[in-house]
């Protein structure tokens, strides 16, 4: 380390201090206005004046940068966040089952969302027809919120299944080509038949893997095809 020569002192600018600071010889040796423990303040009162006017973007930013750090934190310790679980789990019964009925009763209509999805998407991995995530929002968005069966608005504000317009039963797929919006009502009387949207190609098909699994209970009730595809 160079050895810095002082060539003479100054005080602080801080009115109040005026500590002695040493001017050192070079460009850069009159640098320094203040002493340390002012620069320390100084610091400080930026600090505060930047949340004073800033407070809730400061709050934002970090609650980012905490969740970034959480989301890779939580990646690169799989494994050992997942043994602790286990074993937290394993020394408090009971408490998940207390935590997910507390949340359930705060968070109704996303716990009935959420289970309805889960619901038929279960149901659909288990015909092995399983396509894509269907989100419900956007099919009833793009369904302009008319019911896929009797072709009547619903209500938005009031519970609306997810028809598949070729039954999962009977090889129709959970995606969004086969999904429409429909009362609940008239999706249960459609119960386990072809609905008018589905295309003649894919009707066919049904009929044919019906005709073939003779005995089964693929019941194919639109025998003639819809004019109105
Ligand atoms: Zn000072
Ligand atoms: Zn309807």
Redesign the pocket.
Known sequence: MVKRIVIGKKDCLTESCKKSLFVFRGKNGNQRKFCDACIVERRRARQRRRWAIDKEKIVKGRRKAQAAYMKEYRAKNKERLAAYSKSWLANHPGKKTAYMNKWRAENRDRHLVKALKDATRRRARKVNVFVEDVDRDIVFARDKGK?G??N?KIDPAAPFDIDHVIPLSLGGKHSYANVQI??P??NRRKGNRVGKKANNQEVLQVQRTAELSKGGNATVARPRLSSRT
Do not use: D, E, G
Request: aromatic share 0%.
């Open positions: 019911c069966i009797c009547k429909s009362h009502v008239c």
